[in-house]
């Protein structure tokens, strides 16, 4: 049984909005993240948010994208936003059995456990 499953991803045109969504009844209440991966790069750290919610953005995405939780929906978001070619990628939640994420949020082998990813395209 799959414990995180993500949803939303898609095709849109430059300057467009997203919203993915990462469904998960076992670690609502953890550090939990975003990471991409785009073809022949590295998977990338996006965001991470804590327990109680406190937030990290790698650079690149900072003042476009918002990651959050909705603890009444055991669901993981993120609101991504002004989406250009450079995000076109395949996204992956992830989460850890830790309340915190520390200052590892960005490092893959922190995650316990991961999503099987979705895609997003940016594109004209």
């Known amino acids: 049984q799959e414990r995180l499953v993500e949803s939303g991803g898609g095709s849109v045109q430059p300057g467009q909005s997203l919203t993915l969504s990462c469904a998960t009844t076992m670690y609502i209440g953890y550090c939990m993240a975003w990471f991409r991966q785009a073809p022949g790069k590295e998977r990338e750290a996006v965001a991470s948010i804590d327990k109680d919610s406190s937030t990290k953005y790698v650079d690149s995405v900072k003042g476009r994208f918002t990651i959050s939780k909705d603890f009444g929906k055991n669901t993981l978001y993120l609101q991504m936003n002004s989406l250009n070619p450079e995000d076109t990628a395949m996204y992956f939640c992830?989460?850890?059995?830790?309340?915190?994420?520390?200052?590892?949020?960005?490092?893959?082998?922190?995650?316990?456990?991961w999503g099987q990813g979705t895609q997003v395209t940016v594109s004209s």
């Open positions: 992830a989460a850890v059995s830790r309340y915190w994420c520390g200052g590892a949020w960005n490092v893959p082998e922190r995650y316990d456990d």
